[in-house]
């Protein structure tokens, strides 16, 4: 029949996708148990994050009363962004692994014509500033929405919402 070779190319095809969420699982799982040590201030610090970048553990040598309370929260700091650092390479890493993997298999547009690839729809994500909370960098402006998600509309008719008299209403009559 007609439909065998498309039923075939069909069938290969999920085998490829049930195989890549297969290792999309796998690498998720492994991804999860990611650890990364960082060290400052010649080793007096160590921090270690766990695979979201979040501080896990933080340890201090015997002689680490020799750093002043800025040379410390510096070097906690450096240690922490660093081994973030160490767990996000780590993880785009593995992230290029299953690229690559699904690179191999067939794009959507490829079976379906005109069907776009998701892939190209997708948003890149923007870098995450390690500048402190206050800092100029930080007050830059995002896009045309604001940082709390709320929109702004400019092509607006103004509206009196201190009017007290509705009599003269464009909208309905007094009566209803």
Request: net charge negative; proline share 5%; hydrophobic share 40%.
């Amino acid at each position: 029949m007609a439909y065998e070779p498309a039923n075939a190319q069909l069938a290969e095809l999920m085998d490829s996708i049930h195989t890549s969420i297969k290792s999309m699982v796998r690498s998720q799982q492994k991804q999860a148990l990611l650890t990364a040590t960082a060290y400052a201030a010649g080793k007096k610090v160590a921090v270690v994050v766990n695979a979201r970048g979040v501080v896990i553990e933080t340890r201090f040598t015997e002689d680490i009363s020799d750093l002043t309370p800025k040379e410390l929260a510096a070097a906690v700091t450096a240690a922490a962004q660093d081994a973030a650092g160490q767990v996000e390479r780590q993880t785009k890493a593995m992230i290029q692994e299953l690229r690559d993997e699904q690179a191999r298999l067939p794009k959507m547009s490829e079976i379906v014509q005109g069907l776009p690839d998701v892939e190209e729809m997708l948003p890149t994500l923007p870098e995450v500033s390690l500048a402190p909370p206050r800092a100029r960098s930080r007050a830059q402006a995002v896009d045309d929405e604001s940082v709390d998600g709320t929109m702004e509309f400019t092509d607006v008719v103004p509206f009196d919402h201190e009017r007290q008299d509705r009599s003269g209403s464009d909208v309905a009559e007094s009566g209803w």
